[in-house]
């Protein structure tokens, strides 16, 4: 497939912009209106994207020159996707995570070669058992709370039912005295 003329146009002016058509290429475009912009805002995110994973990598070779620790940090996906200017979903998109997965994969296998990353060994490490049972101590503390919620829900309507009943028997007194009223008014009529 040839690359569409708009992003030849682009790439002329922009030599950092590169094209991979099994990245880049948008297949069954039915030659919309739109799908020539959609193919190069699809390119222009992809570009983006790289260069995010590029600028990464030479973070990590500059850390490793320099016998640092790396950080996870520098390569998780809100990080990429800060550098590439979108959403970490855009990111990890189905049509793109094969290729966004696999660069990740890459560089996290680059790290793990450095003996000086000890961090990110430790993070791919963690005990499945661990995550479940701070999961589980977060399900508690929010059930707790939803408890003492409930709790006191049912007292304030307990209280509001209360009032409600109050002001209905002053309701019923007031109803009798207006009623005495009015037969005593009628028997002052009649005579």
Request: proline letters at 3%.
């Amino acid at each position: 497939m040839a690359i569409p003329k708009e992003i030849l146009d682009k790439m002329s002016s922009d030599k950092s912009m590169d094209w991979v058509e099994e990245h880049d290429l948008i297949p069954n475009l039915n030659k919309m209106p739109y799908d020539v912009v959609n193919q190069l805002n699809w390119w222009e995110m992809n570009c983006r994207i790289r260069k995010a994973f590029n600028t990464i990598q030479k973070e990590i070779k500059k850390e490793m020159e320099q016998k640092k620790n790396i950080s996870p940090r520098l390569i998780s996906w809100v990080r990429i996707a800060k550098l590439a200017g979108c959403d970490r979903n855009t990111v990890k998109h189905p049509k793109r995570k094969f290729w966004t997965r696999k660069k990740r994969e890459e560089l996290i296998k680059e790290i793990k070669g450095n003996q000086g990353s000890k961090s990110i060994q430790k993070e791919n490490s963690i005990d499945v058992e661990e995550i479940l049972k701070i999961k589980l101590e977060k399900s508690k503390q929010e059930t707790a709370r939803w408890l003492i919620e409930s709790q006191d829900a049912k007292e304030k309507i307990k209280l509001l039912n209360q009032l409600i009943n109050r002001k209905q028997v002053l309701i019923n007194e007031k109803d009798r005295e207006i009623n005495e009223l009015r037969r005593r008014l009628k028997e002052m009529m009649q005579v």
